[in-house]
């Protein structure tokens, strides 16, 4: 089971814990690699101080590698205009919650590509691996961190990208398929190819010379010797261990999951500003109905929080954020070092 | 390489050619049967007597089985007002290569399920394999080919579907990935799941007692053998065969399989008024644009035809039907027999 990308990661099985702010926790990442795969942290919401302590609390429950994924998408270009029309849509929804809507909106974490405390922190606590989701940071950034000794990996979605972060020096390249939950990992959500997972890991293995590991859609062993066989190194698996005891999924996310739900998954932008797939609720119908143009990511995912917090005041979770694959209704419930043991013994 | 749908289709090589109205030919379908795989032509627009033609042409180049598919779409309804508002929104591109557009529309197939001089047809001829697409036909026609020893085939796009397809007694399902070029299967388009190849493949697998055949974005041997690690007994492949001399793609088709469009194919109703993907041309914004509500399947495609053969006649090819699926970057040009067995070799 030994391929370059498992000794460049130093890890002993082809299975990465996807990192999903929200849902992943220092705890969830320690069990993963602590099983023999790598765990994920996500800190792309974080601030510094904040993310040096997740990194902290990981390494104190492991000693084995960890990933950290930070975000890079374009900055938000604050439109005021744009942000108050999207504010006066939503009203109705706030005052069917008794909550008034909030009188601006902002931009409620920094992108990587411009956060350079993030950077000097991440040089200074040297995790084994980091992550780029929505695009590249600058060279100067990869540059330093691959200095650093740090294993550099970036999401792609199709084979321009791919190639994008080949020429920008990263070790390997997450193929992340439509089917996948949460954001997806596009540079430019204007030119988004939707490609699955079949297609892209097959397309990637043929045309790229680094590493893939595959994402979107995998559940359990026969998923991931089935991507392998198309050339991946490794699967990265998210949906797969959101019920584990050691995720922060609530139970409302949790039911849901177990639920009919988990059948009926898609993407929408009407959420957080950026693409991402998830259980239909309200946010999909509601938001997606009559919308105005939306704010830039992440200013629109400031009002859909705030929309959600006015709905939890009434116990309403329709307007939670309840990201997942197409491959929910393959999800199973236990501890994530039982599910790495269990899906090594699959890939037997 | 047995397996019991194997034995059932009575095919030595888990290899499917999809059926594909244009493309596929009594020669491809022959060819592919003559291979060891299991070859398919398209009757779904054709008359009864141009239908019987075709299984004649099939049969007489082979003596091995092969598949014979319908569509099995709800009957499209006439609407004057839409159709004239379609023709309307189209007119300017039909002034742009002075050609008069057509001054009314007409459903230029009938759907299997209402065709029961197709299906008189069938019972007489009696192909192998018959398989249906967008959804089943009534019970009493699955019953008749099935008491004449027909095995039945259903595209299929969710397990809802998959459920539904068992019920009505079909031999095997085909799980038609999203990545799938040409027109999705899906039974309700307004309840499109877009699940990927991946994840609808393993859903059902794990789900359906009927074999599963996986179809959407598989190109080679690596992609057939990955399928069936996720659990299926075959695959289906459209795509890999449109270069082969046996299609009937013409040149400016096969043009742009074999260039940088290959990379940008999307799926879009505004061609047919059904879901199909396909490499992005005019067709993909002068038709999606500010459109106005679409004519029923196949209404509109009447139209696109229409708007197709005008723009022929200034030897413009952006308005032509050019399906394609996601794996297009990957498709080999060669003839069909040489192709399976390049297939069957990658298999071992």
């Not at 008794?98 to 601006?104: C, E, I, N, S």
């Not at 990263?170 to 204007?190: I, K, M, S």
């Not at 991402?276 to 999909?284: I, L, S």
């Not at 939306?294 to 329709?318: C, G, M, S, V, W």
Request: glycine residues 8%; negative net charge; aromatic residues 6%.
């Amino acid at each position: 089971m030994s391929n370059p990308l498992l000794s460049l990661l130093n890890i002993e099985l082809p299975i990465i814990q996807s990192p999903m702010v929200g849902v992943s926790t220092p705890k969830l990442a320690a069990a993963v690699s602590n099983a023999g795969g790598l765990g994920s942290i996500g800190i792309g919401a974080s601030s510094v101080e904040q993310a040096r302590a997740m990194l902290r609390d990981t390494t104190a429950l492991t000693d084995k590698p960890f990933n950290v994924n930070l975000f890079c998408h374009t900055p938000a270009v604050a439109d005021a205009e744009r942000e108050a029309q999207w504010l006066d849509f939503l009203a109705p929804l706030f005052d069917k919650f008794d909550t008034p809507a909030p009188t601006a909106l902002r931009e409620i974490y920094t992108s990587f590509v411009e956060d350079f405390g993030m950077l000097e922190m991440l040089l200074e606590e040297k995790p084994a691996v980091v992550s780029f989701h929505f695009g590249l940071p600058p060279q100067s950034s990869i540059d330093a961190l691959k200095d650093a000794g740090i294993v550099l990996l970036c999401s792609v979605t199709s084979l321009a990208e791919a190639q994008q972060a080949e020429r920008a020096g990263v070790h390997g390249l997450v193929a992340q398929g439509y089917e996948a939950g949460g954001h997806r990992g596009v540079f430019d959500p204007q030119q988004d190819s939707e490609m699955g997972t079949f297609a892209l890991v097959r397309l990637l293995a043929e045309n790229c010379k680094l590493p893939v590991v595959a994402a979107g859609g995998i559940m359990d062993g026969a998923g991931i010797k089935s991507v392998m066989q198309l050339g991946a190194s490794a699967a990265q698996l998210g949906t797969a261990f959101i019920l584990c005891p050691e995720s922060s999924a609530n139970p409302a996310y949790r039911e849901a999951l177990k639920g009919p739900r988990a059948h009926q998954t898609r993407v929408t932008s009407a959420i957080s500003g950026r693409p991402a797939r998830g259980m239909v609720n309200r946010n999909y119908i509601d938001l997606e109905t009559n919308a105005p143009a939306l704010p830039d990511y992440p200013i629109a995912y400031d009002a859909n929080k705030a929309l959600n917090a006015a709905a939890a005041t009434k116990a309403n979770t329709e307007f939670a954020v309840q990201w997942a694959g197409q491959g929910a209704p393959l999800a199973r419930e236990m501890p994530a070092a039982a599910l790495v043991k269990l899906l090594a013994a699959e890939l037997k």
